[in-house]
């Protein structure tokens, strides 16, 4: 019981430190893929763009801009330190893993470990989008 109390607290820090010191604002430059999205239930944005490789199939760098509750700005810039460097596919793979994380069907490997504070969302399916919104924008940024 003690353990789970702390890592929830640890798994709180980090969500907070993700939202309030995010290391992944600002935009790629240059700019090979930008997408807008919105969740309209509670007015979270995110603004993505991409950076690729020269061959167009890895992402060399990912930034965004945007407005919202603790989950949805600390979800983004955790998703970003993620996929920095994957390939389109292997990002495109993390996409799905993650939407069955956060609700509740899986959990990410040790090394993915930041990512796992998010979890407890699945408790709050209000909240399910909050986390979503930035995986969702980057399945967008990168099929179109």
Known sequence: MTSSIHQRRLYQQIILEHSKNSRNRGT??????????HNPMCGDTIELTIQ???TGDRI???KFEGKGC?????SADLMADTVRGKTIAEALSMVERFREMITGQG???PELGKLNALQGVSQFPIRIKCATLS???LKAVIES
């Open 28 to 37: 790629t430059n240059p700019v090979d893929g930008y997408h807008y999205g």
């Open 52 to 54: 690729l490789n020269p």
């Open 60 to 62: 060399e760098d990912i």
């Open 70 to 74: 603790a989950i949805a700005i600390a």
């Open 107 to 109: 959990e990410f490997s």
């Open 135 to 137: 995986w969702h924008t």
